[in-house]
Every structure is written in structure tokens, then in C-alpha cells.
């Protein structure tokens, strides 16, 4: 049986990163921020409230399970491995090394191009507060998006510890006044202050109230949305103290729960769903205006656009340590792989990445088909998701395949839960594929970059030699027999 190995403790100090620099308080605020809950309820509650009506409680707490199942299988995983590459290292090792640099590519497509739905809200959310007129203007929105893009990046560049300190800034206001307003929502609706508002119903606990199975299908779609993003925890895995990386992302998804369960169902019946719907496009801002008027509205407008800010730079630190690993292993070319010697942070990484992000924004601002093709393969990350949440719950299982019946705990947690969480995720792959979910142009983009990843990790096998593909101690076939961290 293989000892667990430190990913960094076999390289050079060019390819090292700064370990121990963030503790478990850090890294769940780098997961959360990754996820975004804020500006996500902003995203989703109207397209919510129109695939199960005021049922969203519901396929919130059905994707809790299979996501607490899959989050155990990352705390387990990183019990062996701590690794910047996370998924891609885990499945790389244990299960197949092409099946490894797939899981990477995706993820990376999932971090990278998932920034273009980010990066125009930035600029039109900080314009609004200057002119409807500049933030409605493209040009404009692009301009100031960049701008923000390059703040991020330097923040993302200078350090792990600055950007989680960063963050936390952020956090404490953030939550503090979505907490505010799910309270203040709650009494206002109950105690009658305001009008034309929608109270609790049983109904909104049932089947029956979600629209039926085919409904809340749609709704669990919407909520594994909700919760995505969380893995940014491992991804930092290298640079936390005592390998708690894994706890990090299981307290993320608990945390994430609670506070989509209470904003949803706080924030849901302040006006009717057509009003809502009438609203779709700045639902947050309407409700802090229902609720507290133009001033309350432009807090909430400050909140959606600083967890927007805040999603972007976790978009960064994960994709960067991404690349960053698969640099390292030489999958990719090793420039990849260089750190700061200052910083302690994968800087060429970090800057590509960054600077990548401007020019999707330019692209799918200035070129009409570059924005219409980036629209529909932000449109199939979900998919994407799915995919490299269900090879690392696989991963897990087949890791500690021997250990799970040693013990009721082991069989529950090693076994049961993680194949939970990846049944529940090859179902939806299955279920969107079987439905129809997504158009042909989507289906092309999508699968089409997922399939290049495939033909990149054969020419990279062929051409680049590394021992990622060859040696048995950093490729597949190694057991693992470790418990929890």
C-alpha cells in the first residue's frame, strides 16, 4: 500500500507552493465564495420559482445528500493526496491517467469559460449605480469588467493568504446582510407590513406542490447550480494546514445548504412569482426595494456584485492550481508549473488565465458568433459539474474499496454515501441527455471541448513523455487504505 504523498514534497522550490498558509476558517470562505450564494440566488430564484413553483425547498434538500456523498469522497481523497489538481490527480492515480487529464481539462473549462456569465455582470452591476444608460451600454460594461477582471487577478497573484483575507472581508458583509434581509422578509410577510406577499404553504414541502417528478428534475438541475463550486477547497489543498482541505469542502456544502434553504424560502414570498418573474433579471434588487426601498435596493445591488467579485477570483485560484498541477506532472507544458518565488503562488498560471478571461470578454463582446458559442458552453458547465463529481465520488469508492466493510462507519461513509452522490450525478447526465436539455449547438460546444480534452491527453501521452502516464507510484492502479483526516 502507497504512503500518502504531499504532491509538493517531491519537487523543486520552483514548483512548490506556500504550504500551511490558510486554515480551515479560510478555505471554507474561499469554497463558499467559489459557489457564490448570493449572487446564485440572484441567478436562479425566478428560473426556481418556474420549475417548482414555491416547492425549491425541496430539490435543495434532495441535492444536499448526494453532495454531502460526494464531498466526503473529496475530504477522503485528500486524506491520501493533497493535491492542486485535486480530481485530476485522484482519478489519474487511482483509476486511469487519460481518464485523469479528461477530469482536469473539463474542470479547467468549468473555471476558465464559466468566468464569461461572471465578468459582464461586474461591469453593468457597477455602472447601474452611475447610468442606465453605461450600463446597458456594451462597450462600457466590457470596459469596466476588465478592469475588475485585472483587480482580481493581481489579488489572486500576490498570494493564497491575501486573496482568502480578501475574501473574508467580503464574506462577513455579505452574509450579514443576506442574514438581514432573509429575517427582515420573513417578519414583513408574516406580520402584515407588506402587501400582495405569498405565505408558507405545506404545499411547498410536497411532490405535488413542485409540479410533479418531471419538475423537479428541473429544480435539482437548478440546485446542483446552486451548490457547484465548493471543490475550490481541494484545490487550495496544498496550501492548508494539517490536510483539511476535505473538511473545509464538507463544512462548505452544509453551510451552502443552510443558507440557500433560508434565503430561498425567506425571499420567495415577498411578491408574487409574476412579479418575480417580471423581475428576473435583478430579482435581489427588487426584493431589498420591496422590502426596504431605493436605498435597501442598492445594498443588495452592492452585495450581488461583490460576490460576484469574489466568484471570479476563487474561478482563478482553482483554474490556476489546476493548470498549475497538470504543469507540474508535465501533461502540460511545465511553464505552467512556475511559482512565484515571492508570492509562493503559480503566478504564469494565474496571469494566462486571468488575462484569458478579458479576452472572452472582448470576444463575445465585440464578435457576435464568439459570444453566442462562449453563451452555449457556459450553458452546459452543469454538465460539466456532473462529470468530474461523479469520477471523484468513483474515485473514492474504488480507493478505499477493501477498507469499506471493515466497519459500519467505513461501509457508510467509504461506500454508501459516495455512490449516492455519483448515481445522483449520472443520472442527471443521463437524464439530460435522455430529455433533450440541451440544442445541438450546445451539444457541439460542450462535448466538443469535453472531447478534446481526450485527443490533448493522447498527444500529450505521445509527445511529452511524462511519467504521470507510465509510472505505477503517479499514475493508476495504487490502493489506498487511509481513513479520515
Known amino acids: 500500500m502507497p504512503e500518502a504523498v504531499s504532491p509538493g514534497s517531491q519537487s523543486a522550490p520552483a514548483h512548490t507552493l506556500k504550504s500551511d498558509a490558510l486554515g480551515l476558517g479560510d478555505t471554507i470562505v474561499l469554497a463558499m465564495a467559489s459557489s457564490g450564494p448570493t449572487q446564485s440566488i440572484a441567478a436562479s430564484l425566478a428560473a426556481l420559482l418556474i420549475a417548482v413553483n414555491y416547492a425549491g425547498f425541496l430539490p435543495i434538500l434532495i441535492c444536499f445528500v448526494p453532495m454531502i456523498g460526494i464531498a466526503i469522497g473529496y475530504q477522503r481523497l485528500n486524506a491520501w493526496q493533497p493535491s492542486a489538481g485535486a480530481t485530476y490527480s485522484w482519478v489519474g492515480r487511482a483509476l486511469n491517467p487519460h481518464a485523469g487529464f479528461f477530469a482536469g481539462w473539463i474542470m479547467l473549462m468549468y473555471y476558465t469559460i464559466g468566468t464569461v456569465s461572471l465578468t459582464p455582470i461586474l461591469g453593468s452591476y457597477t455602472l447601474s449605480f452611475f447610468s442606465n444608460a453605461a450600463a446597458n451600454n456594451k462597450y ?154 431605493g436605498f435597501w435596493k442598492d445594498v443588495m445591488i452592492l452585495v450581488v456584485l461583490g460576490g460576484t467579485l469574489a466568484s471570479l477570483q476563487a474561478a482563478i485560484v482553482s483554474a490556476a492550481r489546476i493548470s498549475f498541477a497538470m504543469g507540474r506532472d508535465r501533461v502540460f507544458p511545465t511553464w ?132 504521470y502516464y507510465s509510472d505505477p507510484t503517479v499514475s493508476h492502479g495504487d490502493e489506498v487504505e487511509l481513513g479520515l483526516a
Open 140 to 293: 462600457d460594461v466590457a470596459l469596466i469588467g476588465s478592469v475588475l477582471n485585472i483587480v482580481v487577478l493581481v489579488v489572486a497573484a500576490v498570494g493564497i493568504k491575501f486573496s482568502a483575507r480578501f475574501q473574508w472581508a467580503w464574506a462577513a458583509f455579505e452574509y450579514a446582510v443576506l442574514a438581514a434581509f432573509s429575517v427582515a422578509a420573513i417578519w414583513l410577510i408574516y406580520s402584515g407590513h407588506l402587501h400582495h406577499v405569498v405565505k408558507f404553504s405545506s404545499s411547498w414541502l410536497s411532490l405535488s406542490g413542485a409540479g410533479g417528478f418531471h419538475a423537479l428534475i428541473g429544480g435539482m438541475l437548478i440546485a446542483i447550480f446552486l451548490f457547484s463550486g465548493w471543490d475550490t477547497a481541494a484545490y487550495v489543498g496544498e496550501e492548508v494546514k494539517g490536510r483539511r482541505a476535505g473538511a473545509a469542502a464538507l463544512m462548505s456544502v452544509v453551510l451552502l445548504f443552510v443558507v440557500y434553504e433560508v434565503g430561498v424560502v425567506a425571499l420567495q414570498g415577498v411578491a408574487p412569482n409574476g412579479a418575480m418573474q417580471a423581475h428576473a433579471g435583478n430579482v435581489l434588487a427588487f426584493i431589498g426595494s420591496k422590502i426596504g426601498g
Open 336 to 467: 505552467f508549473s512556475q511559482v512565484s518565488a515571492k508570492y509562493r503562488t503559480p503566478m504564469n498560471a494565474t496571469v494566462l488565465l486571468g488575462l484569458l478571461n478579458v479576452v472572452f470578454l472582448w470576444g463575445s463582446t465585440l464578435v457576435g458568433s464568439v459570444g453566442t458559442a462562449l453563451s452555449d458552453v457556459v450553458s452546459t458547465l452543469g454538465l460539466m459539474a456532473a462529470m468530474f463529481y461523479l469520477l471523484t465520488a468513483v474515485t473514492a469508492i474504488w480507493c478505499y474499496r477493501r477498507s469499506i466493510t471493515s466497519s459500519a462507519s467505513n461501509f457508510v461513509l467509504g461506500g454508501v454515501l459516495p455512490a449516492l452522490g455519483a448515481a445522483f450525478m449520472a443520472f442527471v447526465i443521463i437524464y439530460e441527455l435522455a430529455t433533450n436539455a440541451l440544442n445541438g449547438v450546445q451539444m457541439t460546444f460542450g462535448f466538443g471541448f469535453a472531447a478534446l480534452g481526450l485527443v490533448l491527453s493522447v498527444v500529450s501521452s505521445r509527445t511529452g513523455k511524462a511519467d
